[in-house]
């Protein structure tokens, strides 16, 4: 099985290859949760610039990954076999170095060239989110514009935008601990820049681990909670992980375009006939639960939000 590679650009045609284009993405979102985009209208050169000053800034930050938790642990692990004794592997660390930035969070300031480069690409990054998203209120035979309305309560607050830096530097024991555990993202539409060279990014796809295959110069895509709430879960949030590599210092810069946090979650907007699958409420509510049960299964947290919802008055 391969990950869906979709070119973006044919969605600007009329005729035929604008709705198979539309198919794929469709595909894409009901049969994975994940797909790649390429000629997506993002500059190569800019991609080229955002790797550059990314593994730049990670070179700054390599002695604190080298003295933090997750490489700790590993040490005393390889210790402790060393010794004779038995071991398992961890369960509740990742083999990562992380940093997010977003409008209010500082950003690095060296290199110098991380914070101009980092804006000019977030600014691509959200409108082409945007264009992803109106792709998907078509197919979910929606207004144009729907899901980012929920996203920010009707034009009433601000959709969060966020990015999170990563680097999966070399780990010498693959086996006794994960790259990044195995989740679904919690909020809507997920674009991640990964390494080209360094793979390790899984999917899971009817109940077998997928690769996300590298690919130059592609955006992969994926969904998150919060678009299988709107779709009324006939667009699902897919879980996926990053396995550790022996060789090579995986790069990976994902770009999250959440709702806002009073912005109000509901499949009403969806018309079926088999009534609503999933609660009404205020996305900060669901990131309350979220962030306890990451990796835990997200039918939970579903029944959790809907538990603690307040219950509608009986009419007068």
């Known amino acids: 099985m391969v990950v869906p590679v979709i070119d973006f650009s044919k969605l600007e045609l009329d005729g035929a290859e604008r709705a198979e284009t539309l198919a ?8 994975w949760g994940f797909f790649q ?9 800019l991609l080229e610039r955002v790797k550059k000053v990314c593994s730049d800034c990670y070179r700054l930050r390599e002695a604190g990954f080298k ?15 060393r010794r ?15 940093f997010y ?8 300031s060296d290199p110098p060239a991380f914070k101009e480069t980092m804006r000019e690409y977030r600014a691509e990054l959200r409108k082409l989110a945007e264009r992803v998203m109106e792709a998907m209120d078509e197919n979910l035979g929606l207004d144009r514009g729907t899901i980012k309305a929920a996203f920010s309560g009707d034009g009433r607050h601000e959709p969060f935008f966020g990015t999170k830096v990563s680097h999966y530097p070399p780990c010498p ?20 820049f990964q390494d080209d060279k360094v793979g390790g990014l899984e999917v899971l796809k009817d109940g077998q681990w997928t690769d996300v295959q590298p690919l130059a110069g592609a955006i992969v895509v994926n969904t998150g909670d919060q678009i299988e709430v709107l779709s009324n879960g006939r667009y699902r949030s897919a879980w996926h992980r990053v396995l550790p590599m022996r060789d090579g210092n995986r790069r990976s810069i994902a770009s999250f375009y959440n709702p806002a946090s009073e912005a109000t979650i509901s499949p009403a907007a969806v018309a079926t006939s088999g009534g609503e699958a999933y609660p009404k409420y205020m996305f900060g509510d669901y990131m309350d639960v979220y ?7 997200k039918e939970p947290r579903f029944e959790a939000v809907k538990a603690a919802a307040p219950k509608s008055s009986p009419a007068a």
């Open 24 to 31: 794929q993405i469709a595909n894409g979102c009901e049969e």
């Open 37 to 45: 985009l390429v000629n997506h209208g993002i500059p190569l050169e």
């Open 67 to 81: 003295a933090s938790e997750p490489v700790r642990t590993l040490e005393a692990l390889l210790d402790a076999e």
């Open 84 to 98: 004779g004794e038995e071991v398992a592997p961890v369960d509740d660390l990742d083999w990562e170095d992380i």
């Open 101 to 108: 930035i977003h409008d209010g969070s500082q950003w690095p």
């Open 173 to 192: 024991r693959p086996d006794l601990i994960t790259g990044l555990r195995a989740h679904t993202d919690a909020g809507g539409v997920i674009l991640l």
């Open 291 to 297: 962030v306890k049960q990451k990796f835990q299964a």
